[in-house]
């Protein structure tokens, strides 16, 4: 589900939705329970340890970082 139709269907603005995911906005009950709503998931599911398999995941604080490509000059 994209970050966008997420946070339309929870009826929250995108960019705080952006804010929580980055953990610069700290959200309250009522916007967890639309969120694990709009999800299907109970609220106590967004509480649960990630598997390992997180590391993969854009979100993750773990994932690894991508090398920089450089620019040909001329």
């Known amino acids: 589900m994209s970050q966008e139709r997420l ?20 959200p309250t009950i009522d916007v967890l329970d639309r969120i694990s709503e709009a999800l299907g998931v109970h609220p106590s599911d967004l509480f649960v340890e990630p598997s390992s398999c997180a590391s993969i995941l854009k979100t993750s604080p773990h994932r690894p970082k991508r090398p920089r490509l450089l620019r040909k000059k001329g």
Not at 10 to 19: T, V
Request: aromatic fraction near 4%; charged fraction near 30%; avoid cysteine.
């Open 7 to 26: 946070a339309r269907t929870a009826g929250i603005d995108r960019s705080y939705l952006a804010g929580l995911e980055r953990q610069s906005k700290n």
